[in-house]
């Protein structure tokens, strides 16, 4: 059976797909499955933000065929791990739970590592060094996800 992680953002453009797309590239992707979603539904079905796309190809990944999706209550079936990346996100999440181990499940991205912040920023309204610090602090929980999941970082 798959363990089963969930990267959770605003809209599911910037951070999330990012999230997504570094947590795949380490781990093997046939004992764990990564996915992202938005707590808000502003760009259902839409590819990440050409922003992001750049980023993450500027270290050998490709998240431009990933699509927006929004978090729902199903998600709590269906993942093992729920990490939020910021505090409003997270807070939208848990009132989504239902129960103790729905909320369990939760955690904000940076609790994984001391970077001396708890919340990845939004790089949206910013430029491509907004991105470039987002995909540093993500890469570096992914980091710690993956060595916690299953004992090791694939790069």
Request: hydrophobic share 40%.
């Amino acid at each position: 059976m798959k363990t089963k992680v969930l990267m959770v953002c605003l809209g599911n453009i910037c951070r999330s797909p990012l999230a997504e797309g570094i947590l795949t590239s380490k781990i093997n992707p046939e004992t764990v499955w990564v996915d992202s979603a938005g707590t808000a539904g502003y760009h259902i079905g839409s590819p990440p933000d050409s922003r992001s796309i750049a980023v993450a190809q500027n270290y050998g990944l490709d998240i431009s065929k990933q699509r927006c999706r929004k978090f729902s209550y199903s998600d709590f079936l269906e993942f093992d791990y729920i990490y939020a990346m910021d505090l409003s996100n997270y807070a939208d999440i848990v009132s989504l739970a239902q129960n103790e181990a729905d909320r369990l499940k939760v955690q904000l991205l940076l609790q994984q590592v001391d970077l001396g912040v708890t919340e990845v920023p939004d790089p949206y309204y910013g430029g491509a060094e907004g991105f470039e610090q987002v995909f540093q602090m993500i890469d570096a929980a992914c980091e710690v996800i993956a060595k916690k999941i299953e004992g090791y970082g694939r790069n």
